[in-house]
């Protein structure tokens, strides 16, 4: 079974930051394209950030980029979200993931979900 826990999330003031987890098992990281996206109160989940296998170009959405960071560790099966300078509008449930069908982490192909964890800023 494959199984995916987020964590990390909490309640961070505006400039703030936090660093996101995803744990997995039954899955290896480095052959398929694993990200992150959030899912904002009355929002629809959206696409944060994408990583390709083996070497792939990193995606990031342009509402985070250069204040967020997506990396991962192949051998513990470990992805992870440095998020820096932290708004109100992050204020979401991120969830981790995996394509298994492209290396754009499209969401209809994102097979694998955690449940998610919950990042607070308040305006």
């Known amino acids: 079974q494959v199984q995916f826990v987020e964590s990390g999330g909490g309640l961070v003031q505006p400039g703030g930051s936090l660093r996101l987890s995803c744990a997995t098992s039954?899955?290896?990281?480095?052959?398929?394209?694993i990200g992150w996206f959030r899912q904002a109160p009355g929002k629809e989940r959206e696409r944060v950030s994408c990583?390709?296998?083996?070497?792939?170009?990193?995606i990031y959405s342009f509402s985070v980029k250069d204040r967020f960071t997506l990396y991962k560790n192949n051998t513990e099966n470990t992805w992870y979200l440095e998020m820096n300078n932290l708004k109100p509008e992050d204020t979401a449930v991120y969830y981790c993931?995996?394509?298994?069908?492209?290396?754009?982490?499209?969401?209809?192909?994102?097979?694998?979900w955690g449940k998610g964890t919950l990042v607070t800023v308040p305006s």
């Open positions: 039954g899955l290896a990281a480095d052959y398929y394209a």
């Open positions: 993931g995996a394509d298994l069908y492209s290396s754009q982490c499209l969401s209809s192909g994102m097979a694998y």
């Open positions: 990583i390709g296998a083996r070497g792939g170009s990193i």
